[in-house]
């Protein structure tokens, strides 16, 4: 049995009809950038997540660039960010000419909100919180640190869409959240798109604005913007995937529960859902230290995995500017070398999770 790392066809076959008739409805409209499935989806999208404002964006490093450019945020300025993060997250940073501040993650993969404090300093502006692998960052603690300390709070979801903190979904505590819905997202779109979610009314006028050339009227431009925006396709075939994400949802949670129980295999530590949170499970990645044993014996048995991610950006090349060096973040350094991701798709079927396991068990 073929076991890739994620099957996206997989999520396209499962409403095959729905997508399908969707597609001819948007080619047969005539109108194929920012109409009424965008307006549709931003609606829908808003209310999804709890915020009052949704604005669809080219995609979820647009999101997060564009929201950090509209708080205000620029040369001179830091934003606190976790170590062990998707490179985008860092460049929606730096894209502005501000400067990343790297803390160490918990033991759940997300920002140590015990470890902000001490790295905020009179340039700190924003910190920017990423919900990694579907996973809920402690965010009471980290919004009561941002009122205290008078610093905007940015919330990168791309990795999040549905996770639940206290019920309450991640992309709502701060003063935005930036979606992506790439397509390997829990809420994936058939090519590039993004969002971002806000209760602040100006901040979306705004962000409507600027992702269209900064006009508000055609042909007026107000501000210096960019073309970020979202078009028709996309978001008509994102409508169809935000209204199955109950259950797609589940499913994620279905398949954790059963790798989790599953797994007896000594030595691999598995991930953890912290209290008062619904992870939404984006990736399930355990940690070993022989990672490229195990993985080399699974690819054998023709089971694909993936790290996400072996070069944390503070020692990438493309970083090597802001002088970082090994060693400087050893949680995060340690996870790099030893996370691992198993395979975790929408339609895995149950005979896939159980080749999985039982390859996985009677590694020795
Ligand atoms: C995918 C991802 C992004 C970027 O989204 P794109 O749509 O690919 O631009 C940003 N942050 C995280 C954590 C991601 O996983």
Known sequence: MKIMPNRMDYGFFKYQDEFEQKVLSVLRSGRYVLGDEVACFEKSFAAYTGAAYSVG????????????????????????????????SVMGITINGALPVFVEPDVYYQ???????????????AVMVVHLYGQVADMDKITRLCQKHGLKLIEDC???????????????????????FYPSKNLGAFGDAGAIVTNNACLAENARVFRNYGSEKRYYNKVVGAN??????????????????????AERRLLADRYSAGITAKDLVLPMERECTQSVWHQYVIRTGRRQELMDYLAKREIGTLIHYPIPPHLAQAYAGLGHKRGEL????????????????????VEEQQYILECLNSFS
Request: charged fraction near 20%; hydrophobic fraction near 40%; charge should be negative.
């Open 57 to 88: 964006l080219a995609s979820g490093l647009d999101a997060l660039w564009i929201a950090v450019r509209l708080l205000g945020i620029g040369p001179g300025d830091e934003v606190i960010v976790q170590g062990n993060t998707y490179i985008a």
């Open 111 to 125: 920002l140590d909100a015990d470890k902000i404090e001490e790295k905020i300093t009179k340039n700190t502006k």
């Open 228 to 249: 970020s925006r979202l078009d028709e396709i996309q978001a008509g075939l994102l409508n169809i995937r935000l209204a199955h994400m109950a259950e797609i949802t």
């Open 330 to 349: 050893p949680v995060t350094e340690e996870y790099a070398a030893t996370v691992l991701s198993l395979p975790m798709y929408t339609g895995m079927r």
């Open 158 to 180: 791309a990795q999040s869409h549905g996770a639940l903190y206290k019920g309450k979904m991640t992309g709502t505590f701060g003063d935005v959240g930036c979606f992506s």
